[in-house]
């Protein structure tokens, strides 16, 4: 995996180690990150986004405690061997949770009801 | 000088008062930048950000107070502190006579970890005009000078005061590559100064924020962000206004907007459930137009 690949929002309310912890987990639940795939040390990814690289490594290591990464015998993290096909349905929806409270929270800000939310939402699912 | 033990702070300042004939910069400053930490001193024009600095590493005689360098007192610093120190002022002054090669060349003899070759090519990456004296420089290109210099004396303790209004986005991203690993790796103590926040939010572990002569905040960069947001209140619900805010203001229309700050749960107060409540998370540079606006 190259670090550019990694989109940093500086500016963005969502602080730097949980857009990167956020990314790595979608793009390894996605299969976009294959088990065993490298990840670029910390040092590439801190130089390539001239962010801090204590930011780069709180969020290889949270990465790490979800399971999603496994930290090298030499150096540096690869994706864990058990990443994305052995996930739970509980993990999966985990991922979705900031979305859905976000959609929660719009919902409520516009006063909807529950109903033609969650009719028009299984309609986006394909129900 | 024990850098090891985990409680050592390069940066320290204790009560700091000063005064300009009428104006008060300094009301009662105190600060602790542990090592290897980039701190982002965010505050508007005249908030005092260099007068802190300034008293910080003891160039000037702060009224009240006491600050502290890598271990020494501030107004008496050693040799050996000096030469693990960099600042870079606002308005560089020095050898106007010197090209800047001279000038990097002179100075490099007095630092004993000077990088010579970072230096030069710093000066072409950064187009400093190579025959020119620095006294016939740009401004921009007179700070430039001086954060290479800052930089090729590979310091312990770095100090920039707004050093972004010199460069151009390239040389900036340049600058802002070189705090972080210095920080991130060989633990180098950063202190940034700007009012330009946007820069901080890619390189800084903390950030205090500098109102009228007083630290409001500091705290976590990450913290800042995942602990304060804005609520909106509509006209039928400010009486429920939590009371304590960082700020509040009413709205022309009846409505509230306040800065609420989650409690030790992690939660936020519970106005923010209320029908037609608005909750919005706030980046950096919102919570700083909330607080000091």
Known sequence: MDATLLTIRPSAPEPIYRQILEQLRRLIAAGQLAPGERLPSVREVAAAHAINPMTVSRAYGLAESEGLLERLRGRGMAVAAQGARTRSQSERLALLEPSLQALARQAQELEMAAEPVLRRLAKLLGE | ?293
Not at chain 2, 5 to 10: D, F, I, K, Q, V
Not at chain 2, 80 to 90: F, I, S
Not at chain 2, 102 to 112: A, I, N, V
Request: hydrophobic share 45%; net charge neutral; glycine share 6%.
């Open chain 2, 1 to 293: 000088m024990s850098e090891a033990s985990s409680g050592y702070l390069p940066l320290l300042a204790r009560g700091l008062w000063h005064s300009y004939a009428q104006h008060a910069a300094l009301r009662g400053v105190d600060l602790q930048v542990p090592q290897g930490r980039v701190l982002g001193l965010i505050g508007r024009n005249g908030a005092g950000k260099s007068t802190l600095i300034r008293a910080l590493l003891g160039l000037l005689v702060p009224n009240k107070g006491y600050a502290e360098v890598l271990g020494e007192p501030a107004l008496q610093l050693t040799d050996r502190v000096k030469e693990r120190l960099a600042y870079v002022p606002q308005q560089p002054e020095a050898f106007p006579w010197l090209t800047a090669e001279q000038m990097l060349t002179l100075l490099g003899r007095f630092f004993p970890h000077w990088d010579a070759p970072f230096a030069r090519e710093m000066l072409t990456r950064w187009q400093i005009p190579a025959t020119r004296p620095l006294a016939k420089c740009s401004p921009g290109e007179r700070q430039r000078v001086e954060l290479i210099r800052g930089l090729a004396s590979r310091p312990q303790v770095l100090v920039l005061d707004e050093p972004a209004a010199a460069l151009d986005p390239v040389a900036r991203r340049d600058l802002l590559r070189e705090v972080a690993l210095r920080a991130g790796e060989a633990g180098c103590t950063v202190l940034f100064s700007t009012h330009i926040v946007s820069d901080l939010e890619r390189v800084a572990s903390q950030i205090a924020l500098l109102h009228e002569g007083r630290v409001l905040l500091h705290c976590d960069l990450d913290d800042t962000k995942e602990r304060y947001a804005r609520l909106w209140l509509p006209p039928r619900h400010t009486s429920a206004a939590p009371v304590a805010a960082l700020s509040r203001r009413a709205q022309a229309d009846g409505s509230m907007t306040l800065v609420i700050e989650r409690d030790s749960h992690g939660e936020w107060p519970l106005a923010a459930q209320l029908p037609g409540a608005r909750l919005d998370t706030l980046a950096l540079e919102d919570l700083f137009v909330e607080i000091a606006a």
